[in-house]
């Protein structure tokens, strides 16, 4: 079964991208905070549908011990969501899953963490994919500075790259706070650790959901579910992918974890073939190197 669990968490990752994309408008000013609502109310649904359904013995206090690593986790999406209203997902995502380089990156240099040379090798190849993919973006005709204006074209440009290093983070910290002998999480056991942080950060999010609309309100955003059919079928494909993914990993993680960082491949084709994104030759020749770098990475760090 575990595998099912692995195929159904990309698919719906890939098709939570895709929606994430179909929902942020460029012309749209607060598109990427609605995004942000629909993903917080449905993932507080889902919270609570858990402490309904398994007896996890939660404790609230874990919403302010997991505080640290949820902002990490929602703030990079925040980013992301404002990101994907001026940039391709085909080359978005592919940069945002280079998250997994980071950690890696940061093991080394914190912990003290001893990689193979091919984890070397494929954190090289990805940060060339990653450079060429920037020295195109201001190249030619993939220059977004007639359409937005070198400020804004630097600022969406950048986004991508600030959702991977503080995703990173967050999942840095996540290996401290997902170790039962260190985790500062309360009331925890081996079988509920992870299933208490999840919960904790989709309560999490749900408070900042309703942080936002208060915000909207004020700002006098209309905002209504029934009218954001994109941005909540992105919220369900995200929230399942990750109930999916708690047992995908749970049954064989060293296979499962490089199979769900092929996300990147399912969104490049989803884009190519629903938002008709098209990108050039050598576009596509990089964004392969950082694919290639990404898959690599988690084959060889998921033995």
């Known amino acids: 079964m575990w595998l099912f669990f692995t195929l159904a968490t990309t698919l719906l990752w890939g098709l939570a991208e895709l929606f994430y994309k179909k929902g942020a408008h460029a012309e749209e000013k607060f598109s990427h905070l609605k995004i942000v609502v629909c993903v917080g109310i449905i ?18 206090i874990n919403m302010i011990q997991y505080l640290p690593v949820s ?74 500075k007639k359409k937005l204006g070198k400020k804004m074209a630097i600022v969406a440009f950048a986004m991508p790259f600030c959702y991977a290093i503080i995703d990173a983070i967050g999942s840095f910290l996540d290996i401290y706070y997902l170790d039962i002998e260190l985790s500062p999480l309360v009331g925890v056991t081996e079988d509920t650790i992870e299933t208490v942080a999840n919960t904790s950060y989709e309560f999490t999010f749900a408070i900042c959901a309703v942080i936002i609309i208060i915000f909207m309100k004020l700002k006098g955003v209309k905002f209504g579910l029934l009218g954001q059919r994109d941005k909540v ?21 060293a296979i499962a974890a490089p199979i769900i960082s092929a996300v990147c491949v399912v969104s490049l084709v989803l884009s190519r073939i629903f938002l008709k994104e098209k990108l050039t030759k050598m576009q596509y020749l990089f964004l392969f190197l950082v694919i290639l770098g990404v898959i690599t990475l988690a084959v060889i760090e998921g033995d």
Not at 233 to 253: D, I, K
């Open 43 to 60: 993932m507080g649904l889902h919270g609570a549908f858990i402490l309904c359904t398994q007896d996890v013995g939660y404790n609230p």
């Open 233 to 253: 079928l992105a919220g369900v494909c995200e929230t399942a992918g990750q109930f999916t993914y708690v047992y995908a990993m749970s049954g064989n993680g």
């Open 71 to 144: 902002l990490c986790y929602i703030i990079s999406m925040a980013l992301s969501f404002f990101g994907m209203r001026f940039i391709e997902e085909s080359i978005s995502d592919p940069i945002e899953n280079t998250s997994g380089a980071i950690v890696a990156v940061l093991s080394v240099a914190i912990l003290g963490k001893v990689i193979s040379g091919v984890s070397v090798v494929a954190i090289i190849i990805i940060v060339i994919g990653i450079l060429g993919i920037g020295f195109l973006e201001g190249h030619g005709d993939t220059d977004r």
